[in-house]
C-alpha cells in the first residue's frame, strides 16, 4: 500500500509564504494527475490545484496568481503558497490519481497574526 506523506505546514502571518510537500513511499505507475485540496473547520473538501501528467495545472479561483503546484518526478509534488490569508487556514491534503485514488494524512496550515 502507497502512503503518501505531506510537510511544510504551520504558522505564518498574512502575506507570508510556506511550501508543502508530499512524498510517496514508492513508485506510482500509471498517473494520471496529482492534486492538492483543503478543508477549512466546518466546509467541504476542495480542491486547490491540480497537475495533470503532462503538466498542466489548473488552479482555484481563490488562490490562482498566489499558489503554485509542481512535480519533480513521479513521486513528490510540491505547492507553493505566497501571500497567504486567513482565509487559506485549512487542513491540506494531497492526492494523487492513479488507478487508485491515494490521500495523504493532511498538514495543517494556519494564517494568522
Known amino acids: 500500500q502507497v502512503q503518501l506523506v505531506e510537510s511544510g505546514g504551520g504558522l505564518v502571518q498574512p502575506g507570508g509564504s510556506l511550501r508543502l510537500s508530499c512524498s510517496a513511499s514508492?513508485?506510482?505507475?500509471?498517473?494520471?494527475?496529482m492534486g492538492w485540496f483543503r478543508q477549512a473547520p466546518g466546509k467541504q473538501r476542495e480542491l486547490v490545484a491540480i497537475?495533470?501528467?503532462?503538466?498542466?495545472t489548473n488552479y482555484a479561483e481563490a488562490v490562482k496568481g498566489r499558489f503554485t503546484i509542481s512535480r519533480d518526478n513521479e513521486n513528490t509534488m510540491y505547492l507553493q503558497m505566497r501571500s497567504l490569508k486567513p482565509e487559506d487556514t485549512a487542513v491540506y491534503y494531497c492526492?494523487?490519481?492513479?488507478?487508485?485514488?491515494?490521500w495523504g494524512q493532511g498538514t495543517q496550515v494556519t494564517v494568522s497574526s
Open positions: 514508492r513508485r506510482i505507475f500509471n498517473i494520471h494527475n
Open positions: 497537475i495533470t501528467n503532462d503538466g498542466r
Open positions: 492526492r494523487i490519481s492513479a488507478t487508485i485514488d491515494t
